[in-house]
Structures are given as C-alpha cells and as structure tokens.
Antibody, heavy 119, light 106 residues
Framework: EVQLVESGGVVIQPGGSLRLSCAAS????????MHWVRQAPGKGLEWVSL????????YYADSVKGRFTISRDNNKNSLYLQMHSLRAEDTAIYYC????????????WGKGTTVTVSS | DIQMTQSPSSLSASVGDRVTITCQAS??????LNWYQQKPGKAPNLLIY???NLATGVPSRFSGSGSGTDFTFTISSLQPEDIATYYC????????FGGGTKVEIK
C-alpha cells in the first residue's frame, strides 16, 4: 500500500525552528518528485514547496522562501521540511504529497501533521 | 503569479442534482489544471488531472472540462458521499490552488 506519514508537528513559539518529516512506503520513493502543502485552520490549501526526484531542484512559495528548506533522503525514503523564523501565519496542517511523473499532479497525500505557532 | 478563482465558494444541492463548479485562471494555463476533493477532516484526494482526465478509481459521475483560462468541474448526480470541499489547482507555473468550493446536501 502506498503510504505517506508525516511527523514533527508541535506547538512552537514565534521565531522558532522546526523540522517536519514524511516517511514514504509502498512505492519507489527515489523515482518521484515530492511536495509539501499546508492548510491553515478553516482555510484552503496552499502549496509550500517541491523537490525533484534526486533533490537537485527545489521550489518554494513566496510566503516561505528564505525561511523553509525542503530536502529528501532517498536511502531512508524520507522527505523533510526545515522551517525557520516561524510566524503565526505558518500555523497549519502540513501535508506531504507524492507527485505523478509530471511532477505537478499530487496523487498520494499523507494525513498531515499540525504546526501551531503561538506564544 | 497565477491566481485561481473558484466559484461559487459554497453550494447546497439535493441528492441526484447536477453540480457545477467553475475555476478561472488569471492567465492562459492551457489544460494544466487538476481537481481535488477534500472530505471533512481528511487529506485531499485527486479526482481529475490535465483538466479532463479521471484519476484511477474515481466514479464516472465526476468530470472536468475547459482550457485556457476557464474550467468546469461537474458532478452529474450528487451523492451523499460527495459532501466535501473541491479545489482546482494549476500547474502552468509551479502550483496554485483555488479557494475551494464547499458542497453540501440540501
């Protein structure tokens, strides 16, 4: 079964740093680009970041550029999101998602991990 | 940046009704558009890719059409299990989601 399981979400103070993880199973992880998408409480979906199959290319939404870093370890079938200088507006459920071969269609999603930025 | 405008933001319809949601892009995105369903408390699920192609396992009552800047998502006969929020997503320039359409049963 294809599965993505996120972890690392916590309650954290503004200005803090946090690393989210996503463990992949049931597919050849190294063959696919991966994404992070977030959803603030009661709001819609916001794309956050994309990483290519080998980690050689990364892309970010303007709202997180310079503060967040996406990375992956294909040996561990894992995706990461390092988050710095966290703000209240970063409060959200963070989903990792697998892309189809096109890199930009998200065909498998995890259940999400919740990040709350609050003092 | 490409903006995606969905309408309506919410709708209420009866079981068996035909439901239509529109998504308008701020510039030509060809057919680079996907549709997702998100049920309450759940992760999103891919329904339609490349504007009109049904994802694996998705019931045929769901369909999509359009190209350029104007796109349509249709549920031909609304079922109780279709209660969800639906999102369009462009991928002509990175990814952008529409604001979502919440579908409820009347």
């Amino acid at each position: 079964e294809v599965q993505l399981v996120e972890s690392g979400g916590v309650v954290i103070q503004p200005g803090g740093s946090l690393r989210l993880s996503c463990a992949a199973s049931g597919f050849t992880f190294e063959d696919y680009a991966m994404h992070w998408v977030r959803q603030a409480p009661g709001k819609g979906l916001e794309w956050v970041s994309l990483i290519s199959w080998n980690g050689g290319s990364t892309y970010y939404a303007d709202s997180v550029k310079g503060r967040f870093t996406i990375s992956r370890d294909n040996n561990k079938n894992s995706l990461y999101l390092q988050m710095h200088s966290l703000r209240a507006e970063d409060t959200a459920i963070y989903y990792c998602a697998k892309a189809q071969a096109t890199r930009v269609t998200l065909d498998v999603w995890g259940k999400g991990t919740t990040v709350t930025v609050s003092s | 940046d490409i903006q995606m405008t969905q309408s309506p933001s919410s709708l209420s319809a009866s079981v068996g009704d035909r439901v239509t949601i529109t998504c308008q892009a701020s510039q030509d995105i060809y057919n680079y558009l996907n549709w997702y369903q998100q049920k309450p408390g759940k992760a999103p699920n891919l329904l339609i890719y490349d504007a009109s192609n049904l994802a694996t396992g998705v019931p045929s009552r769901f369909s999509g059409s359009g190209s350029g800047t104007d796109f349509t998502f249709t549920i031909s006969s609304l079922q109780p299990e279709d209660i969800a929020t639906y999102y369009c997503q462009q991928y002509d320039n990175l990814l952008t989601f529409g604001g979502g359409t919440k579908v409820e049963i009347k």
